[in-house]
């Protein structure tokens, strides 16, 4: 047992307290840890840094869309997520009416009292845009021109446009006044013809009277009308009514990229189409607007002056055979 130069003993032995000095590992000194973390620091703080930073989001997004794109191309239209679905194939353009000539009845709530009537026929006269926000309604027949786009890859193939009333069914037409005006042409489209108070209206196609109309989407001669990407495609319908008064939507069934879908067309402001059949006796209106067209040829120059009867004065000069207050020359 060896002994140190004071004369005491080794044993070699660890005491308790080199057991707890040597248990754990020395902990770092005040500066080195200074200089680790200015190090890091300065490392994040680094252009460098930023700019490996901002070109990695930018690879990343770019592939991202590759990517998509990509599988787009691959994939059925309805199996791409995040992406066009089959009920967004088809696009509505545009609703426009472009009736030719024809009737209109004027709402009583327009045309009655304090001075309504009056100012309806100065609106007429003045050749303002007088049918428009639903002061009045189509009489007896209404053309509207429908306007669709293609939206998807794939070609959208059009199967069924279904006319849908609303409640199910017509009411009694409308009484009010009745207003005979020409208005805008009709341009060269898919023509359709509509009798939408019939018991089961659907679209036809217009042959040399109403004999001779066919369903366009059903029956031994069926057709349809399709869409590829981007294309248009316009038809107008010629749309009648003899007995009531109808508000209505198109429901369009269609198909694209293996799977089927339907949308919804309304008329302007995302409202029904309306219509309404003419009454029987013109003398239950309350005043008849009709243009100096109605009497004179259209090369005169008062072609454009407008006249007014009451409903009774109307049909009973109607009945009798009488030339309406027009001029004389």
């Known amino acids: 047992m060896a002994t140190n130069r004071r004369g005491t003993r080794r044993t070699g032995a660890l005491t308790r307290a080199s057991v707890r000095r040597g248990s754990g590992a020395r902990p770092p000194r005040p500066e080195e840890e200074d200089a680790g973390?200015?190090?890091?620091?300065r490392f994040v703080q680094s252009p460098t840094t930023w700019l490996l930073g901002i070109l990695l989001a930018v690879v990343t997004v770019t592939f991202q869309d590759v990517l998509t794109a990509t599988v787009k191309t691959i994939l059925p239209l309805d199996r791409v997520p995040d992406r066009l679905s089959p009920q967004n194939a088809i696009d509505v353009v545009e609703v426009r009416d472009v009736k030719d000539i024809?009737?209109?009845?004027?709402?009583?709530?327009?045309?009655?009292?304090?001075?309504?009537?009056?100012?309806?026929?100065?609106?007429?006269?003045?050749?303002?845009?007088?049918?428009?926000?639903?002061?009045?309604?189509?009489?007896?027949?209404?053309?509207?021109m429908i306007t669709v786009q293609g939206r998807a890859s794939q070609q959208v193939r059009i199967t069924d446009i279904v006319p849908v009333l609303e409640g199910g069914r017509c009411e009694k037409p409308l009484g009010g006044s009745l207003a005979h005006f020409p208005?805008?042409?009709?341009?060269?489209?898919?023509?359709?013809?509509?009798?939408?108070?019939?018991?089961?209206?659907?679209?036809?196609?217009?042959?040399?009277?109403?004999?001779?109309?066919?369903?366009?989407?059903?029956?031994?001669r069926a057709k349809h009308i399709t869409l590829n990407q981007n294309e248009t495609e316009a038809f107008i319908v010629h749309a009648t009514a003899s007995t009531g008064y109808c508000r209505w939507r198109y429901r369009v069934h269609y198909e694209v990229g293996g799977s089927t879908a339907e949308t919804t067309i309304s008329g302007p402001g995302g409202k029904p189409f309306?219509?309404?059949?003419?009454?029987?006796?013109?003398?239950?209106?309350?005043?008849v607007y009709f243009p100096a067209l109605d009497c004179v040829p259209p090369d005169s120059r008062l072609r454009h002056t407008w006249y007014e009867q009451t409903g009774a004065e109307y049909a009973r000069d109607r009945r009798s055979g009488k030339v309406p207050p027009c001029p004389k020359s």
């Open 37 to 41: 973390t200015t190090g890091r620091l």
């Open 102 to 144: 024809g009737y209109y009845v004027v709402r009583d709530a327009d045309g009655a009292g304090a001075g309504g009537d009056g100012k309806i026929l100065e609106e007429i006269s003045s050749g303002g845009p007088w049918r428009e926000g639903r002061k009045v309604v189509d009489a007896g027949t209404a053309d509207w």
């Open 183 to 220: 208005s805008q042409g009709v341009m060269d489209v898919i023509p359709l013809e509509l009798e939408v108070d019939a018991p089961l209206p659907r679209l036809k196609t217009l042959g040399k009277d109403a004999k001779d109309a066919e369903p366009f989407f059903t029956g031994p």
């Open 274 to 287: 309306e219509l309404t059949a003419r009454l029987a006796d013109a003398s239950a209106y309350r005043k």
